[in-house]
């Protein structure tokens, strides 16, 4: 397992160092898509390894992430804007994107309107599927983007500080399996509650 997740920041820390910006540009295009890429695990990497290699920089990861975000949340909202409702719901299931993750993220939109696109990309799950609403009820592109290039900003912002708060674990960057567990669960623990707070409870709630 130590080898594994060594390996796996190994290889993503030399993919960043030939790859830069826009490798991160590209994997946020991909985590505000269809594909359940997560953006913890691209961002707070990424920043590590400019504190160390002195290649990129906070603000220029954030411009880069934000920017990857709203390419891949301008692809869902087009896309679902050109298909329409009925055939995201039949056909979704077959690209990660179930029903009922649908109807999450229509009651969402409908209950906050465009400060719900702002607000989604600060929480998981919503996040990478706010684009499909937004396109369905035809929702103005320019507010559409602005936001969501500012929510991914935020976003991106919060990530790179966890970076920089890992960095400073000696223990975690030294590849020791408990701390790199203590971190994940960690993290999948405020994700968690994030989600359950903020997001279940709600379209929960709204459910018929």
């Known amino acids: 397992m130590h080898d594994l997740f060594k390996g796996l920041f190994d290889w993503y820390n030399q993919s960043l ?67 329409g409702r009925p055939l995201v719901l039949r056909y979704g299931k077959y690209f990660f994107i179930p029903p009922a993750k649908v109807e999450q993220a229509e009651q969402w939109s409908a209950q906050f309107g465009s400060f719900g696109i702002f607000a989604s990309r600060l929480l998981p799950v919503v996040r990478h599927l706010i684009g499909i609403p937004a396109g369905i009820v035809r929702l103005n592109y320019l507010k559409f983007s602005i936001f969501t290039v500012i929510g991914s900003a935020i976003w991106c912002a919060v990530l790179c500080w ?3 708060q890992a960095g400073k674990d000696e223990a975690l960057m030294k590849g020791e399996l408990h701390q790199i567990l203590i971190w994940i669960i960690g993290a999948l623990a405020v994700l968690g509650a994030i989600y359950y707070f903020f997001v279940h409870r709600f379209t929960r709630k709204k459910s018929p």
């Open 17 to 83: 160092a030939e790859g830069g910006y826009p490798l991160i540009v590209l994997l946020m295009a991909i985590e505000s898509s269809i594909v359940p890429l997560p953006s913890e695990l691209i961002i707070p990497p990424a920043i590590i390894a400019a504190q160390k290699s002195g290649n990129m920089t906070f603000v220029g990861i954030v411009i880069a992430g934000a920017l990857g975000s709203w390419i891949g949340a301008t692809a869902m909202y087009w896309a679902s804007r050109w298909a």
């Open 162 to 164: 966890v970076g920089i």
